[in-house]
């Protein structure tokens, strides 16, 4: 599965998700939909930095069982994208709880 396939896919979900007659203003479904949208928000933004800092720990691994020598400076640049990374994930649970309360 390619990323334009997963775009189309999250096209196709938005454009069903605006015709939904549970979209009416005072809708009975809009507190379930605003959970459900926070749910979605932080579970795919929490899904990539999730798997690039998992292949970056690998790559760490890598580097320093094949190079112990630069352990130090392999481990720096390691955490310091980690950290990089992990605020990706922060940013999306900031918008779900934008979501859930605005």
Do not use: C, H, W
């Not at 549970?22 to 932080?42: C, F, N, P, S, Y």
């Amino acid at each position: 599965m390619d990323l334009s396939s997963i775009a189309g896919i999250a096209g196709d979900l938005v454009a069903a998700a605006q015709n939904a007659p549970i979209l009416q203003e005072g809708g009975a479904g809009d507190e379930r939909l605003t959970k459900m949208a926070a749910a979605v928000a932080i579970g795919i933004g929490a899904l990539g930095p999730g798997l690039g800092i998992g292949l970056a720990v690998r790559g760490a691994m890598e580097a320093i069982g094949r190079n112990p020598e630069a352990e130090g400076g392999v481990r720096t640049t390691l955490i310091i994208g980690a950290a990089l990374a992990e605020a990706v994930a922060i940013y999306a649970l900031l918008v779900a709880i934008l979501i859930l309360f605005v």
